[in-house]
């Protein structure tokens, strides 16, 4: 996390106990209340509501930061549930129950890796190494959706589309994880 986002984070924090702070004084001008009760609504109130508002604040600056990959994953999972559903139907095998089962692996499954794999990398620093790992992540993310659309519209179209060398390069980034030979590798692999 980066110096900045770490100062807006406790600035935020900081005008959230501020704003608590001072509802608890104009409350407790109030003759109708006691202060003890409102100090003691203040303190439960700080005690459950800050780790939130800390969450909520920092899965905000997280999406903004991503949020071309976000809206790339959704839209990949989009394109993956429309073409498994027409190739199920046009296989005749098409049933619902299966249909959302196996999206929201998909989803559950795209979520939680990310998220885990995203959290040990935060602790590599910001290093070469570490941003070329998580480009790994994200493009490997994207490929776990992204290669059941490639490999069904390879089907689609009996081979003919993508190549036989992209769907080689593909099933070799699935084995071994190489995002250079990927992207960049010759024709032969």
Do not use: C
Request: no cysteine.
């Amino acid at each position: 996390m980066t110096t900045k986002k770490m100062k807006n984070k406790i600035w935020y924090l900081v005008r959230f106990m501020f704003f608590k702070f001072y509802s608890v004084i104009l409350l407790s001008t109030y003759s109708g209340i006691k202060i003890n009760s409102n100090i003691i609504h203040f303190l439960q109130s700080v005690l459950i509501l800050t780790p939130i508002a800390f969450l909520l604040e920092s899965l905000k600056l997280w999406f903004f930061d991503n949020f071309e990959f976000i809206n790339g994953t959704i839209l990949i999972i989009l394109i993956n549930m429309l073409l498994g559903a027409y190739m199920h139907l046009k296989k005749k095998d098409f049933r619902w129950e299966t249909f959302l089962k196996k999206t929201v692996l998909i989803i559950v499954a795209t979520i939680l890796v990310y998220v885990v794999l995203t959290i040990i990398t935060s602790f590599s620093g910001d290093t070469i190494i570490a941003h070329a790992f998580k480009m790994v992540i994200q493009v490997s993310t994207l490929l776990y959706p992204g290669s059941k659309i490639i490999k069904n519209i390879h089907i689609l179209t009996d081979g003919e589309h993508p190549p036989q060398f992209i769907m080689t390069r593909l099933y070799n980034f699935e084995k071994n994880g190489d995002l250079n030979a990927l992207l960049k590798g010759n024709e032969e692999n």
